[in-house]
């Protein structure tokens, strides 16, 4: 089991930023992808970023290119996602998850291990 937890959602205006982190507990990370995905109110989740712990080579979806970036402290077994330029649109719960395997990461369904969400709130 992998233990999830997400910190540091909040309220920003547009152009602002946010650096969320997800921490993990319960399993050594070696062998794991972690991403980031959301969902916006009455909306599907869709994926942001991923990041493989161990090589640490990124993914991102087109829609955060140039914005966000993914990152991972090993020693505090902790990922963050450091959000640039903020939109409305990136009004949503965001998401950490963890998956065994390098492929797929960008498929919600392959993620065997979930937090409980952070708000993020963009508006003027």
């Known amino acids: 089991q992998v233990q999830l937890v997400e910190s540091g959602g909040g309220s920003v205006q547009p152009g602002g930023s946010l650096r969320l982190s997800c921490a993990a507990s319960g399993r050594t990370l070696s062998n794991y992808v972690m991403g980031w995905f959301r969902q916006a109110q009455g909306k599907e989740g869709v994926f942001v970023a991923a990041i493989d712990w161990s090589g640490g080579s990124t993914s991102y979806a087109d829609f955060v290119k140039g914005r966000f970036t993914v990152s991972r402290d090993s020693a505090k077994n902790t990922m963050y996602l450091q959000m640039n330029s903020l939109k409305p649109g990136d009004t949503a719960v965001y998401y950490c998850?963890?998956?065994?395997?390098?492929?797929?990461?960008?498929?919600?369904?392959?993620?065997?291990?979930w937090g409980q969400g952070t708000q993020v709130t963009v508006s003027s």
């Open positions: 998850a963890a998956k065994s395997g390098h492929y797929n990461v960008a498929m919600g369904s392959q993620y065997e291990f």
